[in-house]
């Protein structure tokens, strides 16, 4: 995509709520300022004013509510226990954002990136152009982009961006003509490789009245690693740290000095718990992961850090560069909280007035299911279901009761293990590659399936819109040649290596295969080598065996170089065509019952 800018946006009346920062760069300590300078509303103005920024990330297209444990957030009770609580959905999410914007005077939104791509049916089948649509209801003002906007490449990117009816498919709605984001895309750090420009604008300055706050935007660099070859064709992706720091002081140049990194990167904290503090016992002490790196080392210049990609829920402060606290926050995903932050703008220096100690610190708002909801949206859902009941209501096959996928963090899950032995089924004839085995991405399976009926279709029944939610990316499925030694190096790389070694990868596999992980271990020994067993043989490193896979995995996605070393590939069918042929061979009378996860031995 080219670096021209989007269209310009008009800032917009928005509501802020509950935030004061830590010392930075030029900025002031709240006790330094005047008597009286302090401002709330009123037609005098004072010299400092809060903003309120309310953020959310990885949306993901999840217009309707998510079902099962996608759809539920975990709390933390005064007595130390914690529930499970329904949450998300855009009908809600917009009731939320709007009554929090109420009796804010100065309030911006902004995203952390993936608010398209792995998306339910009901936007998936559209590519997109209905969660647009909801976006711009919702007032977002930027975002910046995250891996999943590049699932269907840079010139699909644009047109999500600026508009335009599909290329192939054309404009879904007669007479309509899809206007693109009222938001602007922010991707600091994607450059078209021939060109060394940025393929969309880098930053974004919020303004109202006299108040100015400049927005960085950056993806993780490893978006390469975790999007198909071919989504990222041409793009270079650099590093968050050193291109945030540059555009920090190119606003600072442009006499911006309130400034907020958008970055679709995060970390993970130690409790699941959305109300954890991760602060206890010291700043920062309760999270982990690549966010944590990168909030040490960007410029004091920037005032906060809004988070995603790991989709946990974490409000914390992180030391900068000159050993001041900073907030870093994360709303987890799908709409099922966002993040509630005051900042403190001193209309002398320009800058955000960041204390000693956070007070009050971000707040993550939960986005509960007992909000009315938002009449625009439920027009906005039915208007686009109605164009995909055709395809969407078609029942697919049976089940007996959940099967967990997305929403478990098991290492092994049973929808992967149903979707790998899907794939496996699919491939197994020799006319159709004579696969022996079949490995399974666990970031491709992006839901459980839920016994109980969404709709009118019945409990149990397995729908083509519900299907599609699971496997939304239609990759291809590949069966390839691999050796054994191979094979093992493939487990070795779910726990090691600088991709996975932080944050491993399990993959799910198909019924026959076995190992063990023994999590006591560190890096690739915690794979037990000689436990690697298909259909209870040994696995041997000189033998070749046929694998089955997704075109992303056998491309070396998400860290698995190895598996880019195969040879004699054969293409199949897709992996949601594969996954609905498995559905297929149950009924009512014979339903799928779900699998017992038993492939995998855990040791801790």
């Not at 709390?75 to 999410?93: F, H, M, N, S």
């Not at 007032?139 to 590049?150: A, I, M, Q, R, T």
């Not at 944590?292 to 402060?317: E, F, M, P, R, W």
Request: proline share 5%.
């Amino acid at each position: 995509m080219s670096a021209t800018p989007q269209r310009p946006r008009t800032a917009r009346r928005f509501t802020l709520t509950a935030l004061a920062l830590t010392a930075g760069a030029g900025a002031m300590v709240a006790a330094a300022l005047p008597a009286g300078a302090a401002s709330g509303g009123g037609a005098a103005k004072g010299r400092t004013v809060d903003v309120q920024m309310l953020s959310f990330n990885d949306f993901h297209g999840t217009l309707e509510a998510p079902q099962g444990s996608s759809g539920t957030v975990t709390e933390r009770q005064a007595d130390g226990t914690t529930k499970a609580i329904p949450a998300g959905g855009v009908e809600y999410l917009a009731t939320a954002l709007r009554e929090a914007r109420k009796g804010h005077e100065y309030s911006v939104t902004a995203a952390a990136g993936d608010m398209i791509g792995g998306s339910p049916m009901l936007s998936g089948l559209f590519h997109d152009e209905p969660t647009v649509e909801a976006l711009n209801k919702l007032k977002l003002d930027v975002s910046s982009v995250g891996n999943h906007e590049f699932d269907e490449g840079r010139a699909e990117l644009r047109r999500m961006a600026y508009g335009g009816c599909h290329p192939v498919e054309g404009c879904f709605e007669y007479g309509k003509t899809f206007t693109g984001s009222e938001f602007q895309y922010l991707a600091a750090n994607v450059t078209d490789e021939k060109t060394k420009r940025p393929m969309m604008s880098p930053t974004f300055v919020w303004k109202k009245g006299d108040v100015k706050i400049g927005f960085i935007g950056v993806t993780l660099e490893g978006t390469p690693d975790v999007v198909t070859a071919e989504g990222v064709k041409g793009l270079k992706f650099g590093d968050e740290v050193e291109t945030i720091n540059k555009y920090a002081a190119e606003l600072n140049k442009q006499g911006v000095k309130s400034i907020v990194a958008l970055i679709h990167e995060g970390g993970l904290p130690a409790s699941g718990a959305y109300n954890y503090d991760c602060d206890v016992p010291g700043a920062g002490a309760g999270i982990s992961g690549a966010i944590v790196d990168i909030a040490k080392n960007v410029d004091a210049k920037v005032d906060a850090l809004v988070t995603g990609h790991t989709h946990q829920a974490y409000s914390c402060n992180i030391p900068d560069p000159a050993g001041n606290p900073r907030t870093v926050t994360s709303a987890a995903s799908y709409g099922r909280l966002f993040t509630d932050t005051k900042l403190t703008y001193d209309r002398q220096t320009k800058d955000i007035v960041r204390t000693p100690v956070a007070s009050p610190k971000p707040v993550n708002r939960l986005v509960g299911r007992d909000l009315p909801k938002a009449a625009d949206m439920t027009e906005l859902i039915d208007r686009w279901k109605t164009l995909a009941a055709p395809v969407a209501n078609r029942p697919m096959g049976y089940i007996s009761g959940d099967i967990a996928g997305r929403g478990l963090d098991a290492p092994e899950k049973p929808l992967g293990d149903l979707i790998a032995d899907a794939q496996l089924e699919a491939t197994a004839a020799a006319d159709k590659g004579g696969a022996q085995l079949a490995l399974m991405n666990p970031g491709g399976i992006r839901a459980d399936l839920a016994y109980k009926a969404a709709g009118d279709e019945g409990d149990g029944v397995v729908t083509y819109g519900e299907s599609y939610t699971v496997q939304p990316f239609n990759n291809l499925v590949n069966v390839v040649d691999l050796t054994g030694a191979q094979l093992i190096t493939a487990l070795q790389q779910q726990v090691s290596g600088t991709v996975n070694g932080p944050s491993p990868k399990i993959l799910q596999v198909s019924k026959g295969f076995t190992y063990t992980l023994d999590l006591t271990k560190a890096g690739a020994d915690r794979i037990v080598v000689d436990s690697v067993r298909l259909n209870g043989a040994p696995i041997e490193a000189g033998k070749t065996y046929r694998v089955a896979m997704n075109e992303f995995l056998a491309g070396g996605g998400d860290g698995f170089t190895v598996l880019k070393e195969h040879k004699n590939k054969l293409v199949g069918v897709s992996d949601l065509d594969a996954f609905n042929a498995l559905l297929a061979k149950s009924s009512a009378a014979d339903p799928i019952a779900p699998p017992a996860a038993d492939r995998i031995t855990v040791v801790k």
